[in-house]
């Protein structure tokens, strides 16, 4: 069930550089969103930017509210951060299918780059049983989540304590080497080869290269697509992705029918 809503703001952090958590009371979606899933955002009495913008669930509050964390990158963003504590701001959620099931692993490795982090602290929480959501009580999944997690550089690195609190291991690259491994995250997840699942957020080339990797090692991969959207209920047809049939191609909605695919579903030119 979708709900819309004016939520009110309870806290607008700073996390990261240029990246802020906010933290939002609605509780019809706090008690109904489950991890994978997003909202989408739009700020009252403005027309400009018109369109409300997606983000995924970063983790729910048991005061009836839930978490987003975002990336300051343009119009939207930039008023995103500056507001306050008891503004309010129109959401409508929660949207998309969330994760794909798993089956009981020993293991699943999460992969983000750049912002892909945000959707998976409530999914690891989640794998491993601490957590439960969407009216679920908590059960684990598998003993161990580990989460690879790349960056630019330091400064932008976002939630690691989050993630060690909650049981997780992290291990980081960095393009410049400031923190972690020096290169890319496909890069150092090459050579660690964890075990499957991987299921991976990110920009389109690393998502590619992650695909890519995980096909030569036969490894089970779920990505997390970070398309554009301008509705999030599937009628604007806006976020479509290109994705293999019995017969050839097709489309599916990002936002109806994603944002997780089961990597072997996806063209590799989209």
């Known amino acids: 069930m979708m709900f819309q809503r004016t939520a009110t703001t309870i806290e607008n952090v700073s996390f990261a550089e240029r990246t802020f958590r906010i933290r939002l009371h609605v509780p019809e979606i706090a008690r109904t969103i489950r991890p994978g899933q997003f909202v989408m955002l739009r700020l009252p009495g403005t027309s400009d930017p018109l369109l409300g913008r997606p983000f995924a669930l970063y983790d729910t509050d048991t005061t009836d509210s839930f978490d987003v964390v975002y990336l300051v990158v343009g119009k939207m963003t930039g008023l995103l951060a500056a507001v306050k504590s008891g503004d309010p701001i129109e959401i409508w959620g929660p949207l ?19 912002i892909g982090q945000t959707p998976f602290l409530a999914y690891a929480r989640q794998l491993l049983g601490e ?59 090459k050579a660690d080869s964890p075990p499957g699942p991987w299921i991976a957020c990110g920009p389109e080339p690393m998502l590619h290269a992650v695909m890519k990797l995980a096909a030569e090692k036969n490894v089970v991969c779920h990505v997390s697509l970070e398309t554009p959207m301008a509705c999030g209920f599937g ?11 019995s017969d050839g191609w097709d489309y599916k909605r990002v936002c109806v029918e994603g944002p997780v695919f089961d990597a072997t579903q996806l063209c590799a030119e989209r």
């Not at 009981?104 to 999460?110: A, E, F, G, R």
């Not at 976020?239 to 049939?245: A, D, F, N, R, Y």
């Open 235 to 245: 009628a604007c047809f806006s976020c479509v992705t290109k994705v293999k049939t």
């Open 131 to 189: 957590r439960g959501y969407g009216g679920d009580s908590p059960k684990r999944i598998t003993p161990s989540v580990r989460l690879y997690y790349g960056v630019r550089t330091a400064n932008l690195v976002a939630g690691v304590s989050d993630f060690e609190g909650a049981g997780v291991k992290v291990h980081l690259a960095s393009d410049d080497g400031s923190i972690g491994q020096r290169g890319f995250v496909t890069d150092l997840l």
């Open 96 to 114: 998309g299918n969330g994760f794909l099931d798993v089956g009981q692993p020993d293991q699943v490795t999460l992969v983000a780059g750049g």
